[in-house]
């Protein structure tokens, strides 16, 4: 199955800032829609929690306002998640999500709502 190609993780300290990247290659930058992004994350003995999403416009999980954001590149089908002052809290194995047709607003935060899956990227904070 094709998947999403995610880049960027890795150590950060505390109070530090990492990037992730995400690209999406089975989409067509020529295409009549707009590719949403979404982050979820994972935490040992922990269930997926929804990070931040992108249809243009960003949302965000309460946690992460004020420290998260995406930026995107509509040519490329890539996106970035900018994670600043890192919490130890934000550990864990970080997840890109895309689809197409999905109305982000009320349901951004639904992960089996979304297309296609990258392999998973970890993030570790060290204090």
């Known amino acids: 199955q094709v998947k999403l190609v995610e880049t960027g993780g890795g150590s950060v300290q505390a109070g530090g800032s990492l990037t992730l990247s995400c690209e999406a290659p089975?989409?067509?930058?020529?295409?009549?829609?707009?590719?949403?992004f979404a982050w979820f994350r994972q935490a040992p003995g922990k269930e997926r929690e929804a990070v931040a999403a992108?249809?243009?416009?960003?949302f965000l999980a309460d946690s992460m306002k004020g420290r998260f954001g995406i930026s995107r590149d509509y040519a490329k089908i890539t996106a970035w998640l900018h994670m600043n002052i890192v919490k130890p809290e934000d550990a864990g194995v970080y997840y890109c999500?895309?689809?197409?047709?999905?109305?982000?607003?009320?349901?951004?935060?639904?992960?089996?709502?979304?297309?296609?899956w990258g392999q998973g990227t970890q993030v570790t904070v060290s204090t």
């Open positions: 999500a895309t689809a197409k047709n999905l109305e982000l607003r009320d349901q951004w935060s639904q992960w089996d709502l979304y297309d296609y």
């Open positions: 089975m989409y067509s930058p020529h295409g009549d829609y707009i590719v949403k």
């Open positions: 992108s249809d243009g416009y960003t």
